[in-house]
């Protein structure tokens, strides 16, 4: 299990060249956009990264992400875990006109001259990742709960003619009379 945090800034150039990989773990509070989209703070990132060269000699960096976070169940609206699990392989570019000149199947990674940064790899996955709704198992969620609990109950009938037990009360009061 990866325990030590991921490294910020990488030189991506070096890194490909290398044959570098990085891991390491994040808390949903280093990445804000991500955490955003959160109900908690509570959770665990893990990040691996090779860089590599592929066969055409163009550099390239292989993401896996993996997820234990809490979300909003939008049946009940109560917290909810949810796991996050992906992998994506990225082609590093240093201008536009790069990006466009990559094939298809590789999703540009625009590298600035300040390095790559990983955090920011990382975070544009997992909110790739992120279902655009989620929901409890119907056994754990509140609101299917209560609305089992509703069935349950006796369909509603007119209510039997009853009397009164005020009306009764007030009948009692009046034979109550003082005998004067
Ligand atoms: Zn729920």
Known sequence: MLSDPLPTLLDARKAAARGAA?????QPSNLPRFQALLAGDEGRIEAQLAFNRDEENRPVVSVEVSAQVQVTCQRCLQPMPLALNGAARLGIVWTDEQARHLPRDLDPLVVGEEGCNLWDIVEEELILLMPPYSYHETQDCKQIL?????????PMEPAPEKPNP?????????DEEPRS
């Open 166 to 174: 005020f009306a009764v009360l007030a009948q009692l009061k009046q």
């Open 22 to 26: 990085v891991s390491g773990v994040l």
């Open 146 to 154: 209560s609305e089992y609990s509703a069935d349950v109950e006796p």
